[in-house]
């Protein structure tokens, strides 16, 4: 049929008209913890420069570093975002696919936060008290036990007698990653339970056993983004979440923040460090790419400057904590240093 | 003398008055017919539901609150040579502009003699979008002559201020809010009984490309709309020709054995596949292996192609079959080729319900997200794609890519962007139905 013969030839045409041109715009992929602030930059940049917007895509921070190791070329991305730090088995899979240079970018810090209904209660936690709330075995009078807390109250006293009930981000979330590190592991710790776990299924299986939590329903994993844990909320008024500082800000008129060792958390408290659930946020670049894709160069020179990353800046009022070392980065990032091995 | 009816019981004495069986068949039917009733009003429940609670969050969308301000367009700040150079001036970012637009809502407000307590400059400058600025400055860079004069703008207000119009902030909501504060309210309520703030048709929703979420009342989804719009030209233009060879083959000259059994059985199959296998697929073939480029329209539109073959298979070799085979023998009768017969005769009069088909699948490609969400669609793009290749979204990526922002006047957006999405399909589905009662032939 003529019609078909004709839509062949087109898309025949059409490709190989699509592969001989160029790309001309960055492409980024991963975190969507670091999505938001990607975005600001992205749109900003198209604003000002004369390059096109780049395309941020999210996905994760794990699919955007595999994204990142496909390879170097036109249809690979050239930036990852990232919410923890790359892997050793990333930086082996990158250097199979002939990726070798990467350039590790340090944009500032993001906190973690505890908050509950804005017209419930007030919290004033701990790290053991999330850990004796939540994990499958504590230490109650000396022996370790199944987890027997009902109430905040049976956690520590000084807690409102309200129904534990937790919602924490799903295991593929880059946030729970760090919430098992210094929440859950720190508690374990404070708590006594590593010590009698350790003692009873020796050194690994005893530090694995301070991650395992409990199961009849008190902890829930939330696998979708904050907006699910905020509408969970929203219809059970006794659950406390887990969220990323910037989402707070964003709704704080529905959300109320609980302390953690006494201390608010706030783009101050994280930035000096007393605020102890926090973690830094990255993005990952290909070398290769630098002055083959159009912009790229600009675009993370742009975005670690002081404009959009400084503590003035507008991902600094988006809810990013900025990096005290922000000078070394732009010297790194101007040199274009690629990373060296993991320490 | 003995009573029929003592006699033979059951058989009534009267067709007036019913016995007992008979009324117990009458009430099942009744049963039956109010069963069929409730199970309608559930549906129409559920519709009303969802349809209310997408308008009442949705239309909002559409008129948004705009700040007219005149800006006075300062030569020191904006072209310090006073050459006006276009490459020179393009060194002055969105910042310096960010500047000029704030002075320009403080001298209204000092003009217009409006005083709130406590009000601060910052409170003044969050008052308006962040997008205002990026469209003063391609505004003066358009026409650098502007420099030094003072123009009337119409800039975005931002979007909690928005949200305080359509009642979604409040008064003691923006005390507990870090965003807003109860003083830009008052100043909100001052502006708006001066004229200054209002809320006006909002094009740029339509039209406009997204935004982050520094600026949610910027949010538009023109890009989504022609990407989606590209997919479906792809779409149209391969699954149509292919669907209907395909089909014209297998149901005219095809022998029937085994093998076109096991074709047919296939493609029924097909088209019961989840949506998200046809995603996998297009990503190996078309990005990992055939090295099409991310995030592109085209690549979208040969996977939704996959995913539409066998809807158009399946109904265009109905409405082949449904042509009656008369008219084939008679073609065939007078001397026409088995082609001249299908192409002259039986094609014409299938057409009809082959373009419903079609339309039908078309629709679903429009609504669908899930093989999207594989090959990049779901981006975050703000240059107007110039053609197949370049990056582009969906409308129902759009959608699902608002839900998940922190900002909650995304939920308005992604609402109003469900309801332009619906409008397309309405309109699909409505040229389906005419096609039909137009031409469709009954033998």
Known sequence: MNATRLAVSAIALAAAAGAAEARDQIQIAGS?????????????????FDFPTPVVEGGGSGAGRKKLCEGVGESTIDIANSSSRIKQSDIDLCAQNGVNDIMEVRIGYDGIVFASDVNGAEFAFTPADWYNALAAEVVKDGALVANPNKTWA???????????????????????????????????????????????????????????????????DIDGDYTETLSRIDANKNAIGVFGLSFYQNNTEKLRVATMDGVVPSVETISTGDYPVSRPLFFYVKTAHLGVIPGLQEYIDFFVSDDMAGPDGPLAAYGLVSDPELAQTQAMVAAGTPMGPLN | MTDASAIRPGIRASLMTPDTRTRRRNAAEARFRLYGR?????????????????????????????????????????????????????????????????????????????VVEGLTDKDVSDMISKEAAALVRNRVLADPALVGQTVAFKVLANGRIDGYLKGRVTMDSAERDSNVSPRQLELADALVARGILAKSFNAGFITGPDASELRPEAAGMGIA?????????????????????????????????????LIEVNISNLAAVPSIVFGILGLAIF???????????????LVLTLMTLPTVIISTRAALRAVPPSIRDAALGIGASKMQAIFHHVLPLAAPGILTGMIIGLAQALGETAPLLLIGMVAFVRDYPGGLFDPATALPVQVYNWTQRADPAFVERASGAIIVLMVFLLAMNMAAIVLRRRFERRW
């Not at chain 1, 807690?159 to 374990?188: S, W, Y």
């Open chain 2, 287 to 301: 990005i990992n292996f055939a090295h099409l480029p991310q995030s592109a329209p085209v690549v979208g539109g």
């Open chain 1, 154 to 220: 049976d956690v520590n006293p000084a807690l409102p007698a309200q129904d534990i009930l937790a919602f924490i981000p799903g295991t593929k979330h880059g946030t729970r990653e760090v919430f098992d590190v210094k929440v859950l592991e720190a508690g374990c710790k404070s708590t006594g339970a590593e010590e009698a776990l350790v003692a009873a299924k020796g050194e690994d299986d005893g530090k694995k056993a301070c991650l395992s939590l409990r199961t009849d329903g008190a902890s829930v």
């Open chain 1, 32 to 48: 969507s913890t670091v999505l938001p602030y990607a975005t600001i930059v992205a749109e900003a940049f198209g604003e000002n």
């Open chain 2, 38 to 114: 409730i199970a309608i009003a559930i549906g129409l429940a559920a519709l009303v539901v969802l349809m209310g609670s997408v308008l009442a969050n949705g239309l909002g969308s559409f008129r948004q609150s705009f700040l007219t301000l005149e800006v006075h367009l300062d030569e020191k700040v904006l072209d310090k040579s006073g050459a006006r150079d276009p490459e020179a001036m393009k060194k002055v970012t969105t910042i310096g502009y960010g500047k000029i637009v704030d002075a320009a809502l403080k001298a209204t407000i000092a003009a217009e003699g409006i």
């Open chain 2, 225 to 261: 709309i022609l990407g989606s719009a590209y997919m479906m030209l792809v779409v149209l233009f391969l699954s149509l020709p292919i669907g209907v060879a395909a089909s014209i083959y297998l149901e005219e000259f095809a022998p029937k054995n085994r093998f076109t059994d």
